[in-house]
Nanobody, 124 residues
Framework: QVQLVESGGGSVQAGGSLKLSCAASGSTDKRYCMGWFRQPPGKGREGVAFIIKTGGTGYADSAKGRFTISQDNAKDTLYLQMNNLKPEDSAMYYC??????????????????WGQGTQVTVSS
């Protein structure tokens, strides 16, 4: 079991930046695939960026070149640096975890552990 708590959301203008954090607690000694997902109002949850314990990363096309996922294993904290934000990035952002050495799937259904979410709003 792992518990996740996100922070760092807020309101910014287009072109601005935000850095989201996700603090993990519980069985953090195990290997996890960690991911950031987002869910715009009235839409489904979509994967944004993923990272494994050894540092390998993966990004959705919408995030490539603008978002950076990272982790501080000593602090059990996951980050998402978001630059050049666009109004279409507005959504509730969630961090999630799945046990495993690798991210076998980027589907939300493959992640059993979720945080409560943090809202990101980008105005034009």
């Amino acid at each position: 079991q792992v518990q996740l708590v996100e922070s760092g959301g807020g309101s910014v203008q287009a072109g601005g930046s935000l850095k989201l954090s996700c603090a993990a607690s519980g069985s953090t000694d195990k290997r996890y695939c960690m991911g950031w997902f987002r869910q715009p109002p009235g839409k489904g949850r979509e994967g944004v960026a993923f990272i494994i314990k050894t540092g390998g990363t993966g990004y959705a096309d919408s995030a490539k070149g603008r978002f950076t996922i990272s982790q501080d294993n000593a602090k059990d904290t996951l980050y998402l640096q978001m630059n050049n934000l666009k109004p279409e990035d507005s959504a509730m952002y969630y961090c999630a975890a799945a046990l495993g050495l690798y991210c076998s799937s980027y589907s939300p259904g493959s992640f059993p552990y979720w945080g409560q979410g943090t809202q990101v709003t980008v105005s034009s």
